[in-house]
T-cell receptor
Framework: EDQVTQSPEALRLQEGESSSLNCSYT??????LFWYRQDPGKGPEFLFT???AGEEKEKERLKATLTKKESFLHITAPKPEDSATYLC???????????FGTGTKLQVIP | NAGVTQTPKFRILKIGQSMTLQCTQD?????MYWYRQDPGMGLKLIYY???????DKGEVPNGYNVSRSTTEDFPLRLELAAPSQTSVYFC??????FGDGTRLSIL
């Protein structure tokens, strides 16, 4: 069964304190690994798609990386406005279904 | 620049009532999805569609129905609402574009 596990469940950082969020997946024949940001009362906002091990993508203070078993979302010098829940999801090759993790709730304190 | 539009944003239903959650996209995307999100849980796939006239079940389809008569619209129908269907429902076009959800309470 396809599974996506995110850790930690919650993370509290001081402004400027860099850290990483983890997303482990067991999906055979990965077609794509997605990262999203979700603010309270809103739908997920797409951040990145990673397709193959070794791939990296960056956007402002965020960098996503991918290995054959997990993905990391690195947050460099976070600001309070980075506070949100970060979701990852995996899509199996040949299928349109996407399996989501339960998310990491990030709080950045000024 | 609407993207994915869901209506209504909030709704309270009584047990046994029926309703349709509307979802419209303006990106001409073939793939559309319905998810539900419960507190502390990931998004669970209810139904999905790969194009007009084609739908398929996801992980949690019981108690729901969908149709896809056009590329733009993908409504989700709840028949005989039950308290277990209290949730936030999200529609998506492709894996990238989500609506802002419908918050549904069944009392």
């Amino acid at each position: 069964e396809d599974q996506v596990t995110q850790s930690p469940e919650a993370l509290r950082l001081q402004e400027g304190e860099s850290s990483s969020l983890n997303c482990s997946y067991t999906v055979s024949g990965l077609r794509g690994l997605f990262w999203y940001r979700q603010d309270p009362g809103k739908g997920p906002e797409f951040l990145f798609t990673l397709y193959s091990a070794g791939e990296e993508k960056e956007k402002e203070r965020l960098k996503a990386t991918l290995t054959k078993k997990e993905s990391f979302l690195h947050i460099t010098a976070p600001k309070p406005e980075d506070s949100a829940t970060y979701l990852c999801a995996a899509q199996k090759g040949g299928y349109q279904k996407v399996t989501f993790g339960t998310g990491t709730k990030l709080q950045v304190i000024p | 620049n609407a993207g994915v539009t869901q209506t209504p944003k909030f709704r309270i239903l009584k047990i046994g009532q029926s309703m349709t959650l509307q979802c419209t996209q303006d990106m001409n995307h073939n793939y559309m999805y319905w998810y539900r999100q419960d507190p502390g849980m990931g998004l669970k796939l209810i139904y999905y569609s790969v194009g007009a006239g084609i739908t398929d079940k996801g992980e949690v389809p019981n108690g729901y129905n969908v149709s896809r008569s056009t590329t733009e619209d993908f409504p989700l129908r709840l028949e005989l609402a039950a308290p277990s269907q209290t949730s936030v429902y999200f529609c998506a076009a492709g894996p990238q574009h989500f609506g802002d959800g419908t918050r549904l309470s069944i009392l």
